[in-house]
C-alpha cells in the first residue's frame, strides 16, 4: 500500500451520467494529482492541487471537473464523457508540488469504461 | 519536444534469468530520472531515482544506470521472479522549477516472467 487511495476501483457509466471518482492520501502530503492512462501511451497529466489551490489544467475537456476541498482529498466529477474517455485514471500525492526529487505516491487507479 | 522512449515495449523471460530495459530522452537541462513499476491493475511505485550527477542506483535485484552524456539509462533486472511482471515505466524531469506538467513519461516496457 502506498497511503493513497481510490474508489471506486472499476466503473462503468453510459454517456449521458454523471458520476465521481475519490481519492484519499493518508501521508500528509500537500500537493495531489489526476493523470490519464490509456493504452500504450504515456501517463497524462490532467490536473494538479497545491495546498487545495489548482495550479494546473492541462488543457483537460470541461467534462472533467475536478474538486479538492483539502489537503486529504482529491475528486474527479465526470458528466457526459465520451468512449475515448475509457481509461485507467490515477490519482497521485507528493510532498508538495513537484520540486526536483520529490516522489509522486500512485493510487491503484480507477478503471473506466464508457458505454 | 521532450521524449522519453522506452525499449522493447515488450519482453518475456524465464524465471531466474537476467534483462535490461532501455530508456532513451531528449528532455533538456535534465535533473532526475525514476524508473517506476507497475503491476496489472495497481498505480505505478517509484523504484529508483537518479540525478544527472548519478551514473548507478540500486534497489534490491534492480540496478539503474544513467548515462546523462548519451541521455540513456537503463534498468537491470538480476535473477528474475514471477513478481517481476509488470509495467516499467521511465520518468525524466527537467532542471527547472515548475510544476508536475513538466514530467515527461515513456509508455513502459511490460515484462512477462514465465517459469
Known amino acids: 500500500e502506498t497511503g493513497v487511495t481510490q474508489t471506486p476501483r472499476h466503473l462503468v457509466m453510459g454517456m449521458t451520467n454523471k458520476k465521481s471518482l475519490k481519492c484519499e492520501q493518508h501521508?500528509?502530503?500537500?500537493?495531489m494529482y489526476w493523470y490519464k492512462q490509456s493504452a500504450k501511451k504515456p501517463l497524462e497529466l490532467m490536473f494538479v492541487?497545491?495546498?487545495?489551490?489548482?495550479?494546473e489544467n492541462n488543457s483537460v475537456p470541461s467534462r472533467f471537473s475536478p474538486e479538492c476541498p483539502n489537503s486529504s482529498h482529491l475528486f474527479l466529477h465526470l458528466h457526459t464523457l465520451q468512449p475515448e474517455d475509457s481509461a485507467l485514471y490515477l490519482c497521485?500525492?507528493?510532498?508538495?508540488?513537484?520540486?526536483?526529487?520529490?516522489?509522486?505516491?500512485f493510487g491503484p487507479g480507477t478503471r473506466l469504461t464508457v458505454l | 519536444k521532450n521524449q522519453v522512449e522506452q525499449s522493447p515495449q515488450s519482453l518475456i523471460i524465464l524465471e531466474g534469468k537476467n534483462c535490461t530495459l532501455q530508456?532513451?530522452?531528449?528532455?533538456?537541462?535534465?535533473?532526475?530520472l525514476r524508473w517506476y513499476k507497475q503491476d496489472t491493475g495497481r498505480g505505478p511505485v517509484s523504484l529508483t531515482i537518479?540525478?544527472?550527477?548519478?551514473n548507478t542506483k540500486s534497489n534490491g535485484r534492480y540496478t539503474a544506470t544513467l548515462d546523462a552524456d548519451t541521455k540513456q539509462s537503463s534498468l537491470h533486472i538480476t535473477a528474475s521472479q514471477l513478481s517481476d511482471s509488470a509495467s516499467y515505466i521511465c520518468?525524466?524531469?527537467?532542471?527547472?522549477?515548475?510544476?508536475?506538467?513538466?514530467?515527461?513519461f515513456g509508455t513502459g516496457t511490460r515484462l512477462q516472467v514465465t517459469l
Open positions: 530508456c532513451n530522452y531528449t528532455v533538456s537541462p535534465f535533473s532526475n
Open positions: 492541487y497545491n495546498f487545495k489551490e489548482q495550479t
Open positions: 520518468v525524466v524531469s527537467p532542471r527547472i522549477t515548475g510544476t508536475a506538467s513538466k514530467l515527461t
Open positions: 537518479m540525478t544527472f550527477s548519478e
Open positions: 497521485a500525492s507528493s510532498q508538495d508540488e513537484w520540486e526536483g526529487t520529490d516522489t509522486q505516491y
Open positions: 501521508l500528509g502530503h500537500n500537493a
